[in-house]
């Protein structure tokens, strides 16, 4: 079981950093698209983006930043370094 969850680990490390080289994004987003582009056959949830997004941050392959989204709404994008 333990080498399916790397397995799942990769891939979606893999899937994150080539979603930041077309830009920065958002959980939300990135979740998303990473559905529409398999055509709903992969579908990853938003709590195991973040613990990828936390394992890159702290390799330092990835940044984060919040911005402002409306009037009081705060969104956390990624940035690829």
Same mark, same amino acid.
């Given at each position: 079981?333990?080498?399916?969850? /790397? /397995?799942?680990?990769?891939?979606? &490390?893999?899937? /994150? +950093?080539? +979603? ?6 958002? *959980? ?6 990473? &559905? &529409? ?14 613990? *990828?997004?936390?394992k890159l941050e702290q390799e330092g392959?990835i940044s984060e930043y919040s911005a402002? *989204?409306?009037?009081k709404r705060t969104r956390i994008y990624?940035? +690829? &370094?």
């Amino acid at each position: 079981m333990a080498s399916k969850n /790397f /397995f799942i680990t990769g891939v979606t &490390e893999m899937l /994150f +950093l080539s +979603l930041l080289e077309n830009g920065d994004s958002y *959980v939300y987003e990135i979740t998303k698209t990473i &559905e &529409e582009k398999s055509d709903g056959m992969l579908v990853i949830s938003p709590n195991t983006i973040y613990t *990828v997004a936390y394992k890159l941050e702290q390799e330092g392959l990835i940044s984060e930043y919040s911005a402002l *989204v409306g009037r009081k709404r705060t969104r956390i994008y990624y940035h +690829l &370094e």
